[in-house]
């Protein structure tokens, strides 16, 4: 027998003997007193520890009470079971305020609905992208702040298909409707941000609508367009000069020599501008495919004095090309790759310089650490809405003038990454009617100074 009943039961016996002792003493009468009174002091006692019982239940982070008996194995019972649901309550909370502090911070846009697609909650970057706000919006039926009819028609439809009876004439289980329709639509609260919404189901008929921002993807996407469209763009008009010819040259009977060495020139002249755009292109690829930069010194200064000769060349004397020296700082990296960047800027500068225009180079030291070089014109100029797309691939401010000059327009697209892979960056600066600066910073871990880079051995150049 369980030890919770031996103490009712030995008093029972107790009193049952004192009883039967009075009993014989003053007769029946003095027996049921005796039986009457201990079981009224009982049931006295069993409801005092009863009001104590329920004064610590209504209380319970007061001490426990201190009896004994069965009371006291049954307040100690129940304050090691409040004890333990007290601990479980306080790690599920626990968990719950990280999963919301997690989902809180996602850069994804998270909003709870329930069945009728009221807000429950939400979290912070679905208030930046939805541009909902807690203190009016919880509570509110979605399609009412979204006024979007698409979006309002992509909900009816995604209602519509939770309801709707699936393969076989089986309803799905309510709640849990496999959404798979994506919407993409304009971020309401984030103008020129684009979003991709999703419909999650949650048990008890809840849901939640993620908000994916996908701008990034779809600017990526409409460059490969672009990219695309533009190689092939490229690529058409000097093929179709080729083509023409050589349809030309299959119906000449006795081609007249003077005629086939003029347009021998213009095939050749049209071959090399499709070997200069393929071989931009493959450096393009190469320079986005390999994340790897050797680090090797270089030596700037002499670097320079060879786009100087290389630049007074192209120029054929119709600039003053100079050169300013102002230190005498390595750096490191490939030689081969910032001898390409450089030979860029040096070679745009020369094509877009009007005859009798000055072109200066300069290799020096920056304010606050880091070194640049520079390439300075006194051309036309550049207005400042082109400046921020330049480095586009195919990207120019006059096309036909561009083609003029044999510029396949990823110049300065091999320059940015070229100096994205170095740390450094590209610094346009330009005046429309005075001319452009062309500004490549590298930062000072990049930099080998002087002293330093004197006592380095003269690195082999690469063949340009």
Request: hydrophobic share 40%; with cysteine.
């Amino acid at each position: 027998m369980p030890a919770f009943w031996w103490r009712p039961l030995i008093f029972a016996l107790v009193l049952a003997l004192f009883a039967l002792v009075a009993g014989g003493i003053y007769g029946q009468t003095g027996a049921w007193i005796v039986a009457t009174l201990g079981l009224a002091l009982y049931l006295v006692s069993q409801l005092y520890q009863h009001s104590r019982l329920m004064a610590w239940l209504l209380k319970p982070d007061r001490p426990l009470p201190e009896t004994e008996g069965n009371w006291g194995e049954t307040f100690y019972r129940l304050d090691k079971l409040m004890r333990s649901h007290l601990d479980t309550e306080h790690r599920v909370t626990a968990e719950l305020d990280q999963m919301q502090e997690a989902t809180r911070l996602l850069p994804d846009g998270v909003v709870l609905l329930d069945s009728q697609n009221r807000i429950q909650w939400f979290n912070q970057a679905a208030q930046a992208m939805l541009g909902l706000r807690p203190e009016r919006d919880l509570g509110q039926f979605i399609s009412y702040l979204l006024r979007n009819s698409r979006f309002n028609e992509w909900l009816l439809g995604e209602a519509n298909h939770e309801s709707a009876p699936e393969a076989g004439n089986h309803k799905p289980a309510a709640g849990r409707a496999q959404y798979s329709q994506l919407l993409t639509l304009p971020a309401p609260g984030a103008q020129g941000r684009t979003l991709s919404l999703r419909m999650v189901p949650l048990a008890g008929e809840q849901k939640m609508l993620l908000a994916h921002d996908i701008t990034e993807i779809d600017r990526v996407e409409a460059m490969r367009r672009d990219f695309v469209a533009n190689v092939s763009h490229e690529l058409r008009t000097p093929i179709t000069v080729i083509v023409g010819f050589l349809e030309t040259f299959a119906d000449m009977e006795k081609p007249d020599p003077a005629q086939f060495k003029q347009h021998v020139a213009l095939l050749r002249e049209q071959s090399e501008r499709i070997r200069r755009l393929v071989d931009d292109l493959l450096t393009l690829a190469r320079l986005e495919s390999d994340s790897e930069v050797s680090d090797a010194p270089v030596d700037v200064p002499a670097l320079c004095r060879r786009l100087l000769d290389e630049a007074r060349s192209l120029s054929q004397g119709r600039h003053e090309i100079s050169l300013a020296l102002d230190s005498g700082a390595w750096l490191l990296g490939s030689e081969h790759e910032l001898y390409s960047a450089f030979t860029n800027l040096v070679s745009n500068a020369v094509r877009y310089t009007p005859e009798g225009g000055r072109i200066t180079l300069r290799w020096g030291e920056r304010e606050g650490g880091g070194a640049e070089f520079s390439v300075t014109d006194t051309g036309e100029g550049i207005e400042p809405q082109h400046i921020p797309r330049l480095t586009e691939r195919f990207y120019r401010v006059d096309r036909g003038r561009s083609r003029a000059t044999g510029g396949t327009g990823l110049g300065l697209a091999i320059v940015k990454h070229t100096l994205q892979r170095h740390q450094a960056r590209l610094r346009i600066d330009s005046t429309v009617g005075k001319g452009s600066t062309f500004t490549a910073c590298f930062p000072p871990e990049r930099v080998i100074p002087p002293l330093q880079a004197s006592a380095e051995p003269t690195p082999q150049s690469s063949a340009a």
